[in-house]
């Protein structure tokens, strides 16, 4: 079975801080990971994904994660905040054995000015 | 750009009313979801489909059922709404094949029930 855990439901950053938010996975395959943001009142957006090959991640507006299967992590960073950053953060899995994502259960982002 | 629209943004019923959310994407993919997000659950999967007139119950199905008919569109429908259905309600749709396909969300539709 798969499941995700994101520890710390709220995460506050001074702007222009080292932005980290983290996730810890379960899975007994080798899983596909992703992170995506929610702006207030709107759907989920895709941030990046890992699926196979380099274990560090790019994705859009600056942000990175590294898959590290030693610890069964996938952390969300970014080098330095910015007000625009400040939204909902999920961490999803999902395997190959179909398209189901388990989704965990958010990390609330504020960046303090 | 792919593009997922959800019928309502927002919507109040009243207890015992029958609702129907709808969701309709525009890439020709195969899968589609829909989830309820409450604070601190995250999202739970209500159901999803992987083809047309198919369905397979999420991990909270119970209250709710699904309507396939075209492959664009996914209906959720709540048979008798009760206050405990009060969410937010976002539809996600993905290619088939390998979890490496990103599902690609609706805006959600915000559900009141009284």
């Known amino acids: 079975a798969q499941s995700v855990t994101q520890l710390g439901s709220h995460v506050s950053v001074s702007e222009g801080a080292l932005v980290l938010l983290r996730c810890n996975y379960s899975s007994s395959v080798p899983p596909y990971l992703f992170w995506y943001v929610q702006y207030p009142n709107q759907g989920l957006q895709l941030l990046l994904k890992?699926?196979?090959?380099?274990?560090l991640v790019k994705g859009i507006n600056g942000f990175e994660a590294e898959f590290k299967k030693s610890e069964t992590s996938f952390h969300l960073t970014k080098p330095s905040a910015h007000m625009s950053d400040a939204a909902e953060y999920f961490c999803?899995?999902?395997?190959?054995?179909?398209?189901?994502?388990?989704f965990g259960t958010g990390t609330s982002l504020t960046v303090i000015p | 750009d792919v593009k997922v629209t959800q019928s309502s943004r927002y919507l109040v019923k009243r207890t015992g009313e029958k609702v129907f959310l709808e969701c309709v994407q525009d890439m020709d993919h195969e899968n589609m979801f829909w989830y309820r997000q409450d604070p601190g659950l995250g999202l739970r999967l209500i159901y999803f489909s992987y083809d047309v007139k198919m369905k397979e119950k999420g991990d909270i199905p119970e209250g709710y059922s699904v309507s396939r008919e075209k492959k664009e569109r996914f209906s959720l429908i709540l048979e008798s709404a009760s206050t405990n259905q009060t969410s937010m309600y976002l539809c996600?749709?993905?290619?088939?094949?390998?979890?490496?396909?990103?599902?690609?969300f609706g805006p959600g539709t915000r559900l009141t029930v009284t």
């Open positions: 996600a749709s993905s290619a088939s094949g390998t979890g490496s396909y990103e599902q690609y």
């Open positions: 890992y699926t196979t090959g380099a274990t």
């Open positions: 999803a899995v999902s395997v190959d054995t179909g398209n189901q994502f388990y």
